[in-house]
């Protein structure tokens, strides 16, 4: 009995610990990394990446610092920006954003890993750290076959086609409306005679 009863008064002091804890005022950080392919004229290939650092949390967070390390130098140069921005407060509900721009060097698949995000919480002396969502593989200076000019136009009539023939149609009854018949034509010149 006097288990029982030491048990239960163990979970009730757990369910009160716990309901506090979860009633303080805390940071959650989210992390979100982009990466896209631009290629260019000249056939090098441009690598823009931003990555979004969100608090979710009901508290603020200080010394908020960015690294993005995964973009190695021998594959990559860097053409804009850089790969780790520092802020010095990012608020509950807050949005920082930064971003930067990449020339590939060399082809290939390039797999990268998730940007670290380290903070700092005024209730903790050691620094947190949050980490981003991976960004899927990337076919570097990949070979691109030239795109067959009638499955362009399939894909845009499978896409817009019912749009299309509802214009067509509206431009064809605007047309007979506008310009004259034959007849009408040349009954107009048998009464000028």
């Given amino acids: 009995m006097a288990v029982t009863k030491s048990l239960i008064a163990a979970l009730i002091a757990l369910l009160f610990v716990s309901s506090v804890l979860a009633t303080a005022d805390v940071p959650f950080i989210v992390v979100h990394k982009k990466a896209s392919l631009n290629r260019l004229k000249s056939g090098s290939e441009h690598v823009s990446v931003s990555i979004d650092v969100y608090n979710q949390g009901s508290s603020t967070v200080y010394d908020v610092s960015l690294s993005d390390d995964s973009w190695p130098q021998d594959t990559f140069d860097i053409v804009n920006g850089n790969t780790s921005k520092s802020w010095e407060r990012l608020d509950a ?8 721009e990449l020339e590939a060097k060399s082809k290939g698949m390039f797999y990268g890993v998730p940007a670290i995000v380290t903070f700092r919480i005024p209730t903790k002396a050691a620094l947190q750290e949050a980490y981003s ?21 399939k894909r845009l009539l499978a896409r817009y086609g019912s749009q299309i023939s509802v214009i067509t149609l509206i431009a064809l009854f605007v047309y007979l409306l506008i310009t004259p018949s034959k007849s009408s034509a040349a009954k107009a010149s048998k009464k000028k005679r």
């Avoid at 509900?93 to 930067?100: I, K, R």
């Fill in 93 to 100: 509900g807050g949005l920082l954003s930064h971003s930067f």
């Fill in 133 to 153: 969502t991976p960004i899927l593989p990337l076919d570097i200076l990949a070979e691109q076959t030239p795109e067959n000019k009638f499955e362009w136009a």
